[in-house]
């Protein structure tokens, strides 16, 4: 059993600190909570399933296409909506909530309320520890590995990501040292939207692509970014992990009760509130860091 | 002027808005058919209602005395996954507004109960599909005078777990076989749902005397859109057999990857929406020796049921649904009792439903407990009228049981089943076959 939970929480867990960091990275740098975010995960999906089942397309074409077109759409909508208001945070909220509805309701005009079964990047499973794997799931967290080794790098290495890091810890002193805020911020929407739309591609031939398949995700990754710390990259992945070995207890431990796996996030982000309100590795008030 | 002529628009366009639409001509017989429209299950009942309007109709309609009328089926969308309040306000419309003469439907048993209420207090004959819980029937036996009007011409949850139990002592004769186990292992699943909870109550009191284990039981969210865990989890309990109960998204998830995984267990049970070729299709084929409760097939369980199959096949390019065959079939019996009785009135209709006596129905003859009896006007299940355990064989849905043998003696004694199985196996049937991922696991695990 310690191998089937060791094995399906990093599975579960790497999903979600995809979104996550995603999700964490707009708001540490742009102060932005995108709760369109796991919709434009939705929008990867549909661009894969379209790219493949409707057009033909092979698989890794329609891979890069569905995270290049998610990136455009989310690039267009940051522009349209939330540029001009950025300075509003509860607009701002709402707005990316209408948002995320009206992904849902364009997705379920276009495509039908069915559920959408994708075809594998490669088809098959093996054994590891007794729990059954497909290549599938090797390739989800194959990526989402890579993914959070490159956004880290890209943070931590580069000049770009010290121009990134620099705005999220104070815009105005940036702004003065010559750093542009709003090409920095537009960057970070492209690597949050590219994130969201590889999550939403390498997933959707594991579970089914539907019209309302970003919602219970949404409420993950929101928990995960409290549990972790606002304002913590690196805290949100960790958020993630915890959240997704959370569930995978549940269910092995308590299946009676394992529709109550997402009941678990919000119980523990509650829990951390409670305790540590800035979250297990959050920023205090008094100062920020990315 | 202009505020007078702005206050006049408005006055106007709420008008148009709170009217009931065009009035049907005086010789049109409404049916108003609810249900959750934007689920899988909802598309498919309503096109199985507007089938039946189209078989009526071409026909020349209804013949009450010495006159025809044609049929005009409303749609309600009752959300009732969502809000029970939408669920009575569809409910209410159809019957005050749109002033229907019988309502087919209801779904969900949580939302379809206060239905009844509406239903009887507005004296409006109302059909329930394919709601199973056992409530619905013993509210009709402590209110008989106000909800009379109730009947429920698919199976209750007992019926239904007759079914199943049934195809399940026949699909475990072949899997103790085929994998050479004396004493299989059961993992349960269903879905957190009031029906769900009675059958996965009944299944633990049952399964040991049929001869089988129970090593879990998993209650995976109706929405859920990954159940690999559960999957996992059920295949590390060392189950032979996976008996399910389920119904909304977390059908094609669960389907899809079982097979995927090639969790080395027969997969059976109840899957709502699992006999169509679209849930096969969304699946991938993963669905591929699943099998399910069903109610249509192309075999003659009555004699009504073939040319049926056909000409539902030629509209619509595909097989009926289970959906579909409950609505048309509930239409089509109500159409039947109306010309019987030469009228739709529901204080009329009552006493004739209450005396159906296998009156002969597309997939099942019609029989109602009767009154005085503790869950009356429930289909009365049977040799006639028993449903169907059908598994998906490389793309076509295949009959399994009934298999010729009669029940097994536990089903008869505890459940109350009646005899008469005896040789009921329809031409086509065909033997439960394990999943062939199965049998070589647990071959190669002796």
Known sequence: MIGNILINGLLTGGMYATLALGFALVF??????????????MVGAYLFFSGVRLFGINVWISFALAIVLAVLVGVAVFKLFIDRIKEHETAVMIITVALAMLFQEICLEVFGGRFRAVDPFIAGSVEVFGTTVTYQNFI????????LIAVWFVLKKTKIGFAIRAIAEDGEIANVMGIDGSR????????????AGLAGATTAPITMVSPQMWMGPLVVVLAAVVIGGLGSIGGSVLGAFILGYAEILVVFLVPNGSFLRGVVSLGLMILVLLIKPEGLFGVTFEEERL | MKRKLFCLMVVGMCMLFLSPGPALAEDVLKVG???????????????GAQFAEETINQAGGIQLKDKKYKVKVIKADSNCYASTPDAMAAMERLVTVDKVDVV???VRSESTIPMMDIAGDNKRLFLILPSADLEISSRIAEDYDRLKYCFRPSFTTTGTARTLMAGFTAMTRQVKAQLGVERPKVALVAIQLKFGDTLINFWKKILPALGVDVVGV?????????VTAELTAIKAAGAHIILAALVGPVEPVLVKQWGEMQIPAALYGLILNGTTDEFYEGTNGFANYMATFGNCAAVPLTERTLPYYTAFQKRYNEAPSTGATNM????????DMAERAGSV?????????????????????YTFTKPGSPNPHDAVWGPKASGLIQQWRDGKMKVVWPDGHELHPVLIKAMGCPTGFEGVRYEGTVDYVVPPWAVKYWKNKK
């Open chain 1, 28 to 41: 540490s740098v742009g102060r932005i909570v995108n709760m369109a975010h796991t919709a434009l995960y």
């Open chain 1, 140 to 147: 989800a967290i194959g990526s989402s590995a890579l993914a």
């Open chain 1, 184 to 195: 920095m911020q537009l960057l970070v929407i492209v690597m949050s939207v590219g994130l």
């Open chain 2, 33 to 47: 058919v609810i249900g959750p429209t934007k689920i899988t299950y909802g598309r498919q009942a309503w096109q």
């Open chain 2, 104 to 106: 087919v439907g209801g």
């Open chain 2, 218 to 226: 998993w209650r995976p969210a109706q929405s859920a859109s990954d």
């Open chain 2, 328 to 335: 048309y079939s509930a239409i089509m019996f109500w159409k």
């Open chain 2, 345 to 365: 009135d529901s204080d009329v209709l009552v006493p004739v439903l209450e005396k159906a006596d296998n009156e002969i129905g597309t997939v099942i003859n």
